[in-house]
Structure formats: structure tokens, C-alpha cells
């Protein structure tokens, strides 16, 4: 996808993939979008056209406008989301920072009530069979149980092979939704009044309460995210013309299921007895369509916990999230599993389950969150615009329309809070003081890093490796360091060469990895100080790459030898004459918060959390893909403020 014309390419596998990978959560969401409308209130004109009126207005300002549109168009060299916008414009705005780590908080805080309430959606279904129609809550409970535990525990396994079926399934899906709906519109031939906005807007101002209505209104455009984040498996061509087969079966579904329920004007309607969705099919059809929808929920949860493996690694390389260990089950790129946020949304999800039993009562605490992410998308986005140098009106435009949109529905989501929409913020709240966390205790620790001249220490350290009365350390010592000016390096290496214990080595390496904005780019460089004695490499990585550094150095080493830039045979007598290649160490520098710090109250917790994090995340040469068996851990105290001067008085001796 890297190039532009590809990205903007159609083809009619992509487009069948696009419907796999993007649109689980968004065609889902006729399952329970009109149930939660209805819920509790007397079926009537206004709630039925009104609450049409606006999803399909919500579909096409939100879904369409602002994400099919214009968000596509902001793509890091052919990939989307939240965080690869953020690495489009944190370089412009310090600030940016915060809107990214806010809303990919919040989106992967939502993404744990995805899974809980399609599945439990669908499951739901059995009740219109009348051989089921007295099944039990914990019954269900425990179908949708044993559903989510199985999605869990074949994240590990990768779904190359599965994903085939994901795209022709949902085209089933889809399809299913439109000819359900047109077969139902023959009810009520009235329901396309609601392609009016007058009808929205009628709802919102008259109907009593008619402006909360929004809450459940949201629900049909919490999946547009998704569009964006899966930029960089579809490309912008097939998004863009399966979005126009998938809005038109979601509004002719929408249709039917308002036609239908025009005829039942006067019921007040109870979403955990019944569900419009399940309502439109044949008697004979029910069982077929059940299954159907529970296949399409496992495939939107499917696509949005490799999308939380995804925004999770991203955060990662980008320096917001702490070190986890993530695996790469398929060769298909950018596909990757991080077994400890599995069991995060693993946990998330059976709670969510546990807690709320009934989709109708998920239906309440779904939404809240995924608002502020799209708020926080709108805020980076109109600043990518104004990078762009996009016309200032143009920008204007934009902010106001959406941000009174998505403001709307934040307020109107805000009613959910005390229904169970705390869990998720709680859930939000906990991932962003995690991301917070890590990001500034990051930027505190780096400012106390001391760097040192490397010219300066040059001589000394070509003496240290010539001083054959030392004993040899190994051939070859590598070093990672943060030094992004080539001239420095940190203090408390040269301490680790020449202080500790003098470290003998025939080369000296310094290894330096920086994350670029660009997301697949794999470039390095190097530097010789000294010929054969003292090298750096640096690493451009782009910020989705596998940070495998040993295997890349090695590759670096091999290359150089090939260009006779360096010489590795072993320096031992009896191995150079049989050309035997010599050892390498690499060092690793671990700090730990000394004791010895007076630092402000908010900086001390935002370290002790760092600390804390790091425990239980990835170690750094696990993080950096270096072989344990090669590594020496070395432990430094940190000093983050000046140590106050101790004032002793010597006692004179009698």
C-alpha cells in the first residue's frame, strides 16, 4: 500500500478483504441500534421516522463525510489510525500528544465492549425461536462466554487462513441486511419520510427527552474508526467503494426494521423480550439468521482485537505504551499478537459480560468512549489540515460541524454514565494514565541524562583496547545508546568502559535506533570514528517495524565485511589464523530510581509508576529482539534532580 496510486486502487478482492477486516463493527450494529431507540418507550411516527432520520444522517455526516472522505486522505504513507496521524503532526505540535494518547485510550477502552454486546446480540436471537423462547440470561451468558474464551484463545494462532472466509461471509451478512429490509418496506411505504433531516431534528426539539435519543442514535457510527485504522490493509479505492455497498444494505436494513415497527405503533416496546432486527425474518429463517449474525460478531470482534494489537503496537515504538512482548503468528504484514493485551481485553470483555448480563443493558454503557476518540480525531485532523495549509475557512468549517456533532453526542452519551458508561471511562481512565505515565516519566528521565563528547574519550579507549596487560572482555562490545547527536554519547557508557570494570575490546560499537513517522521505512548508517576500533550504527526504523536489532546489526556487520569497511576475525592467535569470527557483547544499561531525589510531588509518582510499569513490562533486550545469552545487564541509579549537599563535621580524636 505504500504508494499512492495503490492506495487509491479498487479491486474486487480488495474491496471482498475490506468487508472482512472493516465493517464487523459498523454492520453489526443493526443487531441492536433500533432495539435501543425503542427501549422503554410507546412506538410512535416521530421516535420511529425521527430515530431513522437520524442514523441515516449520522451515517452520512459522520461515517461518510468525515471519515470515508476527508479523514482518509490524512495517510502516513499508505497506513491510518490515530497513532500514525499523531506521527503526521507530532513534529509540528508538541501538544498533539495528548489528543493521540486520550483517544487511542479510549478507543481500545470501547473495543472491550464490542465483542460482549454483537456476540450477546446475536446469541440474543435464540429467544424468537419459539422452542427457545423461555431460555435462561445465564444461559445465553454462558454461550457468549465460551464464545469470546475460544476468540481469545485462537488470537495466538494468527488468522491467515480464517480471514479468507472473513470477506465472502460479510458479503453474505450484507447482503442478508438489505433483503431483509426490502422485504419489509412494503409495511409501511411511509418510511422513506425519514430520509428528511426535518424528521432529526423534529425528534431532538419536540419529542419529550427526544435529545438523549442520540445515545442510542451513536451506536450505528461506532465502528467509522475502523475505516480509518484499517487504512493500511485495504487502501482508500476499496474503502471508499464498499463503504457504498455497505451504507446502502445498513440503510435499507434500518428501513425495514423502522417499517416494521410502524405497524406495531402503540407497544411500548421491551428490548430484552424482543428485537426488530430479529422481527424482519421469516419464522423458517430465524435459526439460519441467528447463526449468520453470531459469525458476523465473531468477525467484527475478530477485527477489533487485531486492531487493538495494532494500535497497542504502534504506541509501543512511539513511546507510549511500556515494552510487551508481541509475536508475529502469520507472514501477512503488519499482523501481530501481543499476548498481554489479549488477556487485558480477555479480562475486559468477560467483565463486561458479567456485569451486564444483557445487550439491551450493554446497549447503555456503549459509546461514551469511542466519542472521545472521535473528538480527538477531529482535533488532529484539522490541525493536519492546517500543516496542509488548507484554506483557514475550510478548517473553520470543519471543526464546527463535526465537533458540534460529536459534542452532541457526548452530551447525550454522558446520560449513559451512571447505566454502566463509568466502566468504560474507568477503563479509558486507567489506559491513558498508563500511556500518560510512561510518556512523561520518559521525558523527565531523558532530560537527567547526562552526554559526554565522544572525541573526547576516543584515545583513551583505543589505549584501553590495546592494553594487553587488561583481560580481553570480548572482541567485539555493543552498545545501545539514546545519544541522537552522533558526536555524544551517555556518561554513564564511557563509566561502563572505562570505570566499572575496564572493558577490553578489539571494536567498540554504538548502536542507536530512532523511530521515524513513517511507518515500514528500514534504513541505517554508519559511522567509523576509529577504523576497526570504535563504530556507530544507527537504525531508521519506521514506527511499525519489529525492532529485531540484533538480527540487523549482524546484517549491518556482514554488509561492512563484504565492503572490507571492517575486520571481525577474532584477534586470538589460534582463531584469526583459522579465520574464526570473534564474540559479541552487547551491554545493557538499566536504570532504577535512586533514593537520593528531591523531586517535585507530580514528577515522583509519575516515576514511581514508570518503575512499577517496567516491571511488568518487556526487558529491554527482549524489547530490542537481543539473544539474553549475548547480553550483559548492567544497573545504574537514576538521578532526576540534583542530591542536596550533605554538610558533615569531622569530630576531632581525643
Same mark, same amino acid.
Given at each position: 500500500?505504500?504508494?499512492?496510486?495503490?492506495?487509491?486502487?479498487?479491486?474486487?478482492?480488495?474491496?471482498?478483504?475490506?468487508?472482512?477486516?472493516?465493517?464487523?463493527?459498523?454492520?453489526?450494529?443493526?443487531?441492536?441500534?433500533?432495539?435501543?431507540?425503542?427501549?422503554?418507550? /410507546?412506538?410512535?411516527?416521530?421516535?420511529?421516522?425521527?430515530?431513522?432520520?437520524?442514523?441515516?444522517?449520522?451515517?452520512?455526516?459522520?461515517?461518510?463525510?468525515?471519515?470515508?472522505?476527508?479523514?482518509?486522505?490524512?495517510?502516513?504513507?499508505?497506513?491510518?489510525?490515530?497513532?500514525?496521524?499523531?506521527?503526521?503532526?507530532?513534529?509540528?505540535?508538541?501538544?498533539?500528544?495528548?489528543?493521540?494518547?486520550?483517544?487511542?485510550?479510549?478507543?481500545?477502552?470501547?473495543?472491550?465492549?464490542? $465483542?460482549?454486546?454483537?456476540?450477546?446480540?446475536?446469541?440474543?436471537?435464540?429467544?424468537?425461536?419459539?422452542?427457545?423462547?423461555?431460555?435462561?440470561?445465564?444461559?445465553?451468558?454462558?454461550?457468549?462466554?465460551?464464545?469470546?474464551?475460544?476468540?481469545?484463545?485462537?488470537?495466538?494462532?494468527?488468522?491467515?487462513?480464517?480471514?479468507?472466509?472473513?470477506? $465472502?461471509?460479510?458479503?453474505?451478512?450484507?447482503?442478508?441486511?438489505?433483503?431483509?429490509?426490502?422485504?419489509?418496506?412494503?409495511?409501511?411505504?411511509?418510511?422513506?419520510?425519514?430520509?428528511?433531516?426535518?424528521?432529526?431534528?423534529?425528534?431532538?426539539?419536540?419529542?419529550?427527552?427526544?435529545?438523549?435519543?442520540?445515545?442510542?442514535?451513536?451506536?450505528?457510527?461506532?465502528?467509522?474508526?475502523?475505516?480509518?485504522?484499517?487504512?493500511?490493509?485495504?487502501?482508500?479505492?476499496?474503502?471508499?467503494?464498499?463503504?457504498?455497498?455497505?451504507?446502502?444494505?445498513?440503510?435499507?436494513?434500518?428501513?425495514?426494521?423502522?417499517?416494521?415497527?410502524?405497524?406495531?405503533?402503540?407497544?411500548?416496546?421491551?428490548?430484552?423480550?424482543?428485537?426488530?432486527?430479529?422481527?424482519?425474518?421469516?419464522?423458517?429463517?430465524?435459526?439460519?439468521?441467528?447463526?449468520?449474525?453470531?459469525?458476523?460478531?465473531?468477525?467484527?470482534?475478530?477485527?477489533?482485537?487485531?486492531?487493538?494489537?495494532?494500535?497497542?503496537?504502534?504506541?509501543?515504538?512511539?513511546?507510549?505504551?511500556?515494552?510487551?512482548?508481541?509475536?508475529?503468528?502469520?507472514?501477512?504484514?503488519?499482523?501481530?499478537?501481543?499476548?498481554?493485551?489479549?488477556?487485558?481485553?480477555?479480562?475486559?470483555?468477560?467483565?463486561? /459480560?458479567?456485569?451486564?448480563?444483557?445487550?439491551?443493558?450493554?446497549?447503555?454503557? *456503549?459509546?461514551?468512549?469511542?466519542?472521545?476518540?472521535?473528538?480527538?480525531?477531529?482535533?488532529?485532523?484539522?490541525?493536519?489540515?492546517?500543516?496542509?495549509?488548507?484554506?483557514?475557512?475550510?478548517?473553520?468549517?470543519?471543526?464546527?460541524?463535526?465537533?458540534?456533532?460529536?459534542?452532541?453526542?457526548?452530551?447525550?452519551?454522558?446520560?449513559?454514565?451512571?447505566?454502566?458508561?463509568?466502566?468504560?471511562?474507568?477503563?479509558?481512565?486507567?489506559?491513558?494514565?498508563?500511556?500518560?505515565?510512561?510518556?512523561?516519566?520518559?521525558?523527565?528521565?531523558?532530560?537527567?541524562?547526562?552526554?559526554?563528547?565522544?572525541?573526547?574519550?576516543?584515545?583513551?579507549?583505543?589505549?584501553?583496547?590495546?592494553?594487553?596487560?587488561?583481560?580481553?572482555?570480548?572482541?567485539?562490545?555493543? *552498545?545501545?545508546?539514546?545519544?541522537?547527536?552522533?558526536?555524544?554519547?551517555?556518561?554513564?557508557?564511557?563509566?561502563?568502559?572505562?570505570?566499572?570494570?575496564?572493558?577490553?575490546?578489539?571494536?567498540?560499537?554504538?548502536?542507536?535506533?530512532?523511530?521515524?513517522?513513517? $511507518?515500514?521505512?528500514?534504513?541505517?548508517?554508519?559511522?567509523?570514528?576509529?577504523?576497526?576500533?570504535?563504530?556507530?550504527?544507527?537504525?531508521?526504523?519506521?514506527?511499525?517495524?519489529?525492532?529485531?536489532?540484533?538480527?540487523?546489526?549482524?546484517?549491518?556487520?556482514?554488509?561492512?565485511?563484504?565492503?572490507?569497511?571492517?575486520?571481525?576475525?577474532?584477534?586470538?592467535?589460534?582463531?584469526?589464523?583459522?579465520?574464526?569470527?570473534?564474540?559479541?557483547?552487547?551491554?545493557?544499561?538499566?536504570?532504577?530510581?535512586?533514593?537520593?531525589?528531591?523531586?517535585?510531588?507530580?514528577?515522583?509518582?509519575?516515576?514511581?509508576?514508570?518503575?512499577?510499569?517496567?516491571?511488568?513490562?518487556?526487558?529491554?533486550?527482549?524489547?530490542?529482539?537481543?539473544?539474553?545469552?549475548?547480553?550483559?545487564?548492567?544497573? *545504574?541509579?537514576?538521578?532526576?534532580?540534583?542530591?542536596?549537599?550533605?554538610?558533615?563535621?569531622?569530630?576531632?580524636?581525643?
Amino acid at each position: 500500500m505504500g504508494t499512492t496510486t495503490n492506495l487509491n486502487k479498487a479491486t474486487l478482492a480488495g474491496i471482498i478483504i475490506a468487508l472482512g477486516i472493516i465493517y464487523g463493527d459498523i454492520g453489526t450494529s443493526p443487531l441492536y441500534v433500533f432495539n435501543e431507540i425503542c427501549n422503554g418507550k /410507546v412506538i410512535d411516527e416521530l421516535l420511529i421516522l425521527g430515530g431513522l432520520s437520524c442514523i441515516i444522517w449520522t451515517l452520512t455526516l459522520q461515517t461518510t463525510v468525515k471519515y470515508v472522505i476527508l479523514t482518509l486522505k490524512a495517510d502516513n504513507k499508505g497506513e491510518g489510525g490515530i497513532f500514525s496521524l499523531f506521527a503526521l503532526v507530532r513534529r509540528h505540535g508538541k501538544w498533539t500528544v495528548f489528543p493521540a494518547m486520550i483517544g487511542g485510550a479510549a478507543l481500545l477502552a470501547d473495543g472491550m465492549i464490542t $465483542p460482549p454486546i454483537s456476540v450477546a446480540s446475536a446469541i440474543e436471537g435464540l429467544r424468537q425461536i419459539p422452542a427457545f423462547s423461555d431460555i435462561s440470561t445465564w444461559t445465553i451468558i454462558n454461550i457468549v462466554l465460551a464464545i469470546l474464551t475460544a476468540l481469545f484463545f485462537f488470537q495466538q494462532f494468527g488468522t491467515a487462513n480464517l480471514g479468507k472466509l472473513f470477506g $465472502p461471509i460479510m458479503f453474505i451478512w450484507f447482503t442478508m441486511l438489505a433483503v431483509l429490509g426490502l422485504y419489509h418496506v412494503n409495511d409501511e411505504w411511509g418510511i422513506f419520510r425519514a430520509l428528511n433531516p426535518y424528521y432529526a431534528i423534529k425528534l431532538l426539539t419536540v419529542y419529550p427527552k427526544g435529545f438523549w435519543i442520540l445515545g442510542a442514535v451513536f451506536l450505528c457510527t461506532t465502528g467509522a474508526e475502523a475505516l480509518y485504522s484499517d487504512l493500511g490493509h485495504c487502501g482508500r479505492g476499496n474503502i471508499r467503494i464498499s463503504w457504498i455497498f455497505v451504507k446502502t444494505c445498513l440503510i435499507l436494513n434500518y428501513v425495514g426494521q423502522g417499517a416494521w415497527l410502524l405497524n406495531h405503533r402503540g407497544q411500548v416496546w421491551n428490548a430484552s423480550k424482543s428485537n426488530p432486527f430479529y422481527n424482519l425474518m421469516p419464522e423458517w429463517f430465524t435459526l439460519i439468521g441467528i447463526i449468520i449474525a453470531t459469525v458476523a460478531a465473531i468477525i467484527a470482534s475478530q477485527a477489533l482485537i487485531s486492531g487493538s494489537f495494532t494500535l497497542i503496537g504502534e504506541a509501543i515504538k512511539l513511546n507510549l505504551w511500556p515494552k510487551m512482548k508481541i509475536q508475529f503468528p502469520s507472514v501477512e504484514r503488519g499482523q501481530l499478537f501481543i499476548p498481554g493485551i489479549n488477556l487485558l481485553l480477555f479480562i475486559g470483555c468477560v467483565g463486561i /459480560v458479567l456485569i451486564f448480563q444483557e445487550s439491551s443493558n450493554m446497549g447503555a454503557a *456503549y459509546g461514551l468512549a469511542i466519542t472521545v476518540t472521535m473528538i480527538m480525531t477531529s482535533c488532529l485532523f484539522s490541525y493536519y489540515m492546517f500543516i496542509k495549509r488548507v484554506p483557514l475557512v475550510w478548517i473553520l468549517t470543519y471543526l464546527i460541524v463535526f465537533l458540534t456533532i460529536e459534542s452532541s453526542f457526548l452530551f447525550a452519551n454522558l446520560q449513559k454514565f451512571k447505566h454502566g458508561g463509568y466502566v468504560t471511562l474507568i477503563m479509558g481512565g486507567i489506559l491513558f494514565m498508563t500511556m500518560l505515565t510512561w510518556f512523561k516519566a520518559r521525558k523527565i528521565k531523558n532530560r537527567y541524562v547526562e552526554f559526554v563528547r565522544v572525541e573526547d574519550y576516543v584515545s583513551i579507549i583505543q589505549e584501553l583496547s590495546n592494553d594487553t596487560s587488561i583481560t580481553k572482555y570480548a572482541t567485539h562490545l555493543v *552498545y545501545l545508546t539514546s545519544a541522537n547527536n552522533p558526536k555524544e554519547i551517555e556518561h554513564k557508557i564511557i563509566y561502563s568502559i572505562l570505570y566499572r570494570k575496564p572493558k577490553r575490546a578489539d571494536i567498540y560499537w554504538f548502536v542507536h535506533v530512532d523511530v521515524l513517522d513513517d $511507518p515500514y521505512t528500514m534504513e541505517y548508517s554508519v559511522q567509523t570514528i576509529i577504523p576497526n576500533q570504535i563504530i556507530r550504527v544507527e537504525f531508521r526504523l519506521g514506527f511499525r517495524v519489529e525492532h529485531r536489532i540484533q538480527m540487523m546489526f549482524l546484517k549491518v556487520v556482514e554488509e561492512m565485511v563484504k565492503n572490507k569497511e571492517v575486520n571481525v576475525v577474532s584477534r586470538y592467535e589460534s582463531l584469526s589464523k583459522n579465520n574464526v569470527m570473534g564474540d559479541f557483547r552487547f551491554i545493557v544499561m538499566e536504570k532504577f530510581l535512586s533514593r537520593d531525589n528531591t523531586l517535585p510531588l507530580w514528577q515522583r509518582l509519575m516515576m514511581r509508576g514508570y518503575f512499577l510499569l517496567k516491571k511488568f513490562s518487556l526487558s529491554e533486550e527482549r524489547g530490542f529482539g537481543l539473544d539474553p545469552s549475548d547480553v550483559t545487564l548492567e544497573k *545504574y541509579p537514576l538521578y532526576v534532580s540534583s542530591i542536596p549537599e550533605v554538610q558533615l563535621k569531622r569530630l576531632e580524636e581525643n
